[in-house]
């Protein structure tokens, strides 16, 4: 049955038609708490408002869950739909979340993002640094906030759960770690020079 269901699920059109509005909805989402009002046509502001939009609040959480669990299902078993497009967008949504993460009430999804990233910079083909992994190097976003992002969900995750989520932690500090491991390789010093001369570090 499971088998049947993902035969039918990544189907290539099929695929390709849910990634982009996956991708859309997302879009949408960044739009309703950009304070500007501006994205996609301007790069959103980061860290977001202390204060969360009402019409953001109001949204179901499936809206949010939906777009992530795609996109984990996508990077896992379909990567390439990817390669033409869907980078930035989420690149965008994860970068924004994860900086400002009193957006998002479910620690799971949090994680689920981080393990996108994770997935996303996996050697895949002739993609030596994975699908994301040119992307995570160039985009403006991912460079002024990746580090920080990362090093933030570390300290929330040593600080949250209880002792029978002890093993489960180690599954997020591998996600964790896989996207400087990666970025580290072709950037080497300057990717950190960069993050944090443009960071503000208090």
């Known amino acids: 049955m499971m088998e ?14 849910s990634s982009a509005f996956a991708c859309f909805a997302s879009v949408w989402l960044l739009r309703l708490v950009d304070p500007a009002k501006q994205h996609p046509q301007r790069i959103i502001g980061l860290p977001l408002p202390d204060e969360v939009p009402l019409v953001f609040k109001v949204q179901p959480e499936y809206m949010f869950d939906d777009v992530v669990e795609l996109w984990d299902l996508m990077m896992k078993y379909k990567p390439t739909v990817f390669t033409t497009s869907g980078q930035k967008e ?18 799971y999804l949090k994680s689920k993002l981080v393990a996108i990233l994770a997935i996303g910079v996996r050697p895949f083909g002739r993609y030596k640094m994975g699908i994301l992994g040119t992307a995570l190097c160039t985009h ?14 570390y300290v929330e995750c040593e600080k949250t759960g209880t002792h029978t989520q002890f093993y489960d932690k180690f599954r997020e500090y591998y996600s964790i770690g896989c996207n400087p491991t990666k970025i580290f390789i072709r950037n080497k010093a300057g990717f950190i020079s960069t993050t944090y001369a443009q960071t503000d570090v208090a």
């Not at 049947?4 to 038609?17: E, G, H, P």
């Not at 989420?90 to 620690?107: E, G």
């Not at 403006?140 to 969900?153: D, E, G, V």
């Open 4 to 17: 049947s269901m993902y035969v039918a699920i990544l189907q290539d059109d099929f695929t390709v038609r």
């Open 140 to 153: 403006p976003l991912s460079l002024k906030h990746l580090m920080m992002c990362l090093m933030s969900f």
């Open 90 to 107: 989420i690149i965008d949504f994860s970068m924004t979340f994860l900086t400002s993460t009193w957006y998002i009430t479910n620690p």
